[in-house]
Nanobody
Framework: QVQVVESGGGLVQAGGSLRLSCTAS????????MGWFHQAPGKEREGVSC????????YYADSVKGRFTISRDNAKNTLYLQMNSLKPEDTAMYYC????????????????????WGQGTQVTVSS
């Protein structure tokens, strides 16, 4: 049974920071491209940041470049998203996703499909 679980969301003031974590089990973590997607009420789910399974290359949505950093610790089967300088428009449910040996990082992270999804963790940024 594959399980993908996010944690670390919460309520913060604008300008603050959060670090999201995602642990995956039941799969060979090293073989999966991982991503963070978010969805605000009334809007489509969209990619925030993704990281390759093979070489660690990364993708960031323009809206978060310079503020967020994605990383992974394969020894811990864990994906992270360090979120700094948070803005109210970052408010959304954040989902962790895993996709087997995905090579087209931009296509993956700009799409809406993945092999596996977590349940989401809520990030709320107040002004």
């Amino acid at each position: 049974q594959v399980q993908v679980v996010e944690s670390g969301g919460g309520l913060v003031q604008a300008g603050g920071s959060l670090r999201l974590s995602c642990t995956a089990s039941g799969l060979t973590f090293d073989d999966y491209t991982m991503g963070w997607f978010h969805q605000a009420p009334g809007k489509e789910r969209e990619g925030v940041s993704c990281i390759s399974w093979s070489d660690g290359s990364t993708y960031y949505a323009d809206s978060v470049k310079g503020r967020f950093t994605i990383s992974r610790d394969n020894a811990k089967n864990t994906l992270y998203l360090q979120m700094n300088s948070l803005k109210p428009e970052d408010t959304a449910m954040y989902y962790c996703a895993a996709d087997f040996k995905t090579s087209k990082l931009y296509d993956y992270c700009s799409g809406h499909w993945s092999n596996y999804w977590g349940q989401g963790t809520q990030v709320t940024v107040s002004s």
